[in-house]
């Protein structure tokens, strides 16, 4: 179900709170759900992306691949995580915050890719649509659709730089044991930080 700009932009807000209480108090923020919309109460897949505004570098990004909370708590707890616990970054500095834009990428259900073998794989996959995960022996990894189209990536390539994320050499996704996951995104991005919200492709 889509959202409205209004709730995608009280979904910021709420982001947007999180991380400041939990750099100024160390404290996840308490939200009374009653006051939230029942669309944003049901569960949903969400990842939670922070931009410095200057240069658009990329200073953090965590999230949930199934709807394993209320989204606007799995935004809340994302928000957090993605500003503090990225292992990739340097935790992001209160002072910082108000460099940052904030984009939010609500996931449909991730589904299996079923095919007569993994050369079909790519022609199952569509740049700009999907978003990817992969599964092997225990080690998992996921690529936003935003990435490939980002980066001007084929379905091969898309799939190779999945197996990278995850520490695996890049054709693992030909593996039999590989399990390649799709979903969709709905994206909502700040145009400047704490400024109005807008959907993104």
Sequence with gaps: MTLTLSE???LISLARNAIETYLKKMEIPEVNK???PIRLVMKQGVFTS???FDTKELRGCIGFPYPTYPLYKAVILSAI??????????PITIDELND?????????S??????????????????GRDGLILKYKGIQSLLLPQVASEQRWTPQEFL???????GLPPDIWLDPEAEIYKFNAEIFIELTPRGRTVRRG
């Design 8 to 10: 995608a932009q009280l």
């Design 100 to 108: 940052i834009v904030i984009e939010l990428s609500l996931l449909t």
């Design 81 to 90: 995580e993605a500003a503090t616990n990225d292992p990739r970054f340097e």
């Design 160 to 166: 190779s730089n999945l197996c990278l994320k995850a």
């Design 34 to 36: 009653h006051n939230i």
């Design 110 to 127: 991730p589904e299996r890719i079923e095919a007569s073998s993994p050369l079909k794989y790519p022609e199952m996959i569509r740049i």
């Design 50 to 52: 922070l931009y410095r």
